[in-house]
């Protein structure tokens, strides 16, 4: 019984053995957030591990099990290693009630913002919007300036569709960040959404002579680069591919890339070839089957192949089991954009699970009106 369930409680599962190395592990299990936990078959119960056990041979081996609370455990663990404990075991209801403990006996810390920050980011990555929105409201108020919330608090906001409250935020930050030529962007694009075209052709013009009023003669061809870009935005945003495409570098090869995937040809060789991101490849492959280009696995593979991490859990490890585990994929942290792309690639390579994949893949690209959205938007509505 954990009345006020603030205390962690720890199941652990420790070997004896006369002669070591051994190949059994020992675990733990932390007990979180709850006011009542039933557990069996303890060898010891809130008592300390003897130093020494009898063994019949020196080549016994032989698991003891123990709960005790989180202060006394055997393993060396800190208050933190709980959070990211149970984010990695994907225990999120867990993990919020944990958080909400922590706040309530340590209000005067702001640590804990990191943690709803986390635990929001995780909530975004998995199109739990709402979820994650309160996650970051929790952040910014223990700590309004917490570094972690910035940008995401402005994503979630928009992908629950908070749209003014959105374009407010972005007006806060002309003031208070270095990235104001980025909060401006989003400005007029979400004005864009707001009041419609007229206003934020308006405001776009409005925002250049700003610019153009407080810039030194060095910084004029940036302020052109970022008016362009906008443009390009803009014109992404209005699903006007015609006049997007005519703004687009026909000498730059990230513009080049774009403009075949946004037009679905297989982008050429040179637009890519020197980029180790998985997600480019996986672009390449959508577009290389959705064109009817040999060989569409090669680039499927690539991708697979360059999401590999030795730290992690990834996809390249997930598509090694059979059958495919197809909830432990949807649950990768990703960043929500490269996330939808790699669904939207799985839905297509694996029909059979299509409706899976694509299904958090919508829901993911619905709020960002960026590139690639039209071209995902057009693979899951074909």
């Given at each position: 019984?954990?009345?006020?369930?603030?205390?962690v409680?720890?199941?652990?599962?420790?070997?004896?053995?006369?002669?070591?190395?051994?190949?059994?592990?020992?675990?733990?299990?932390?007990?979180?957030?709850?006011?009542?936990?039933?557990?069996?078959?303890?060898?010891?119960?809130?008592?300390p591990?003897?130093?020494?056990?009898?063994?019949?041979?020196?080549?016994?081996?032989?698991?003891?099990?123990?709960?005790?609370t989180?202060?006394?455990?055997?393993f060396?663990?800190?208050?933190?290693?709980?959070?990211?404990?149970?984010?990695?075991?994907?225990?999120?209801?867990?993990?919020?009630?944990?958080l909400?403990?922590?706040?309530?006996?340590?209000?005067?810390?702001?640590?804990?913002?990191?943690?709803?920050?986390?635990?929001?980011?995780?909530?975004?990555?998995?199109?739990?919007?709402?979820?994650?929105?309160?996650?970051?409201?929790?952040?910014r108020?223990?700590?309004?300036?917490?570094?972690?919330?910035?940008t995401?608090?402005?994503?979630?906001?928009?992908?629950?569709?908070?749209?003014?409250?959105?374009?407010?935020?972005?007006?806060?930050?002309?003031?208070?960040?270095?990235?104001?030529?980025?909060?401006?962007?989003?400005?007029?694009?979400?004005?864009?959404?707001?009041?419609?075209?007229?206003?934020?052709?308006?405001?776009?013009?409005?925002?250049?002579?700003?610019?153009?009023?407080?810039?030194?003669?060095?910084?004029?061809?940036?302020?052109?680069?970022?008016?362009?870009?906008?443009?390009?935005?803009?014109?992404?945003?209005?699903?006007?591919?015609?006049?997007?495409?005519?703004?687009l570098?026909?000498?730059?090869?990230?513009?080049?890339?774009?403009?075949?995937?946004?037009?679905?040809?297989?982008?050429?060789?040179?637009s890519?070839?020197?980029?180790?991101?998985?997600?480019?490849?996986?672009?390449?492959?959508?577009?290389?089957?959705?064109?009817?280009?040999?060989?569409?696995?090669?680039?499927?593979?690539?991708?697979?192949?360059?999401?590999?991490?030795?730290?992690?859990?990834?996809?390249?490890?997930?598509?090694?089991?059979?059958?495919?585990?197809t909830?432990?994929?949807?649950?990768?942290?990703?960043?929500?954009?490269?996330?939808?792309?790699?669904?939207?690639?799985?839905?297509?390579k694996?029909?059979?699970?299509?409706?899976?994949?694509?299904s958090?893949?919508?829901?993911?690209?619905?709020?960002?009106?960026e590139?690639?959205?039209?071209?995902l938007?057009?693979?899951?509505?074909?």
């Amino acid at each position: 019984i954990n009345p006020d369930a603030a205390e962690v409680l720890v199941k652990e599962n420790i070997h004896y053995a006369a002669v070591r190395p051994i190949k059994e592990e020992d675990s733990f299990t932390l007990l979180v957030g709850n006011t009542f936990y039933m557990v069996k078959d303890m060898d010891y119960v809130f008592a300390p591990y003897p130093e020494e056990i009898s063994l019949s041979s020196n080549r016994d081996v032989v698991a003891k099990k123990r709960i005790t609370t989180f202060s006394k455990t055997e393993f060396q663990l800190e208050y933190n290693d709980i959070l990211y404990y149970l984010l990695d075991e994907k225990r999120l209801e867990d993990a919020r009630r944990f958080l909400d403990t922590q706040v309530r006996y340590q209000p005067e810390s702001d640590e804990w913002a990191y943690g709803f920050a986390d635990l929001g980011y995780t909530h975004l990555c998995n199109a739990e919007f709402d979820l994650a929105l309160d996650c970051y409201r929790q952040a910014r108020s223990i700590d309004p300036n917490n570094p972690a919330s910035e940008t995401r608090f402005f994503d979630v906001l928009v992908a629950t569709n908070a749209l003014a409250e959105a374009r407010d935020y972005c007006r806060q930050q002309f003031s208070e960040t270095s990235l104001r030529m980025y909060w401006m962007t989003q400005d007029v694009l979400l004005t864009n959404r707001l009041d419609g075209e007229d206003a934020a052709n308006i405001l776009a013009v409005q925002y250049r002579k700003a610019l153009d009023k407080a810039a030194s003669p060095n910084q004029m061809e940036w302020i052109d680069d970022w008016e362009r870009w906008l443009m390009i935005d803009l014109a992404y945003q209005r699903d006007n591919l015609d006049v997007y495409l005519s703004l687009l570098d026909k000498n730059n090869p990230k513009e080049v890339f774009q403009a075949a995937i946004s037009t679905t040809i297989l982008p050429s060789p040179a637009s890519y070839e020197t980029s180790e991101n998985a997600f480019t490849y996986f672009l390449v492959y959508l577009a290389a089957v959705r064109s009817g280009a040999e060989n569409p696995d090669d680039y499927f593979n690539k991708a697979v192949r360059l999401t590999a991490d030795p730290n992690s859990e990834n996809l390249q490890e997930l598509l090694q089991t059979s059958p495919l585990n197809t909830s432990s994929i949807c649950a990768l942290e990703l960043d929500p954009v490269e996330k939808t792309i790699m669904l939207t690639a799985l839905g297509v390579k694996y029909p059979q699970h299509r409706d899976v994949f694509f299904s958090l893949a919508r829901r993911l690209n619905h709020y960002s009106l960026e590139f690639p959205h039209l071209f995902l938007r057009s693979l899951h509505e074909s």
